[in-house]
């Protein structure tokens, strides 16, 4: 099958045999669309979405109107706020395409079925949810324990992790993100971000060139939040 000009069965045959056997279970492929959103907040929540291709960020607005930004999905990332094995529930959040690309979606109907007739299945499932959850709890440990700062500086340590290129002087961030973009990560006003990057910039922690960030010493961020090294797998933004 073709989509958005990737051979999807092609790429399917490149997963491991874990991510074959959830892929195996029905599903409907659909394509990404740019500024589209998978679901929003409210809708029914009885699909998960698989990548093979793009990038998805996971957001919400708050009641006083600001956006936050939870998570950026991308190849090999599952989407969906699903409630296996009780009643119907809906999404707290939105999914918003922010580059094309091909999903599967999977029908939560289908999920449960194949995850009571397949033991191996669900340990593989069982997995992917932990480690999502012990992501989650990482970065409410980073903002609880250290605040503004935690915020902000683990949230810099998870975009090298996931879209780090390393350079001669530091690792750069290879994701054009504005000061708003990335103020909608931590939760914070653009105001206090700009204030907070620019003693970065001012202390030769970071510079920024083309709407990208450069990490000069990492090690820095990651003394002032005690970074506990969580494998790479934990600390990324997806």
Partial sequence: ???????????????????????????????????????????????????????VRIGKLTPDGRELTFRICSEEDF?????????????????????DGVCAKIKKEDLEENLLLNPGLNIEFMKRM?????????????????????????????????????KEDGILIDLS????????????????????LGALKKDGIISVSDGKILIHDLQFLKKEIHCENCPIEICNID
């Fill in 1 to 55: 099958m073709k989509k958005g000009g990737i051979l999807v069965n092609e790429k399917i045959d490149d997963y491991s045999a874990d991510l074959k056997g959830l892929l195996s279970i029905a599903h409907s492929e659909i394509e990404l669309k740019k500024d589209t959103y998978l679901f929003q907040e409210g809708d029914k929540a009885d699909d998960i979405y698989f990548i093979h291709s793009g990038k």
């Fill in 79 to 99: 989407i969906g706020e699903i409630t296996l094995f009780c009643a119907p529930s809906t999404y707290t959040v939105h999914a918003k395409v922010l580059e």
């Fill in 130 to 166: 932990g480690i999502h959850h012990h992501k989650s709890q990482s970065k409410f440990r980073d903002l609880l324990l250290h605040g503004k700062k935690g915020a902000l500086y683990s949230t810099l340590i998870r975009m090298t992790n996931s879209f780090g290129v390393n």
């Fill in 177 to 196: 993100l504005t000061n708003q973009e990335l103020a909608n990560f931590c939760g914070m006003s653009r105001e206090v971000v700009n204030r907070m």
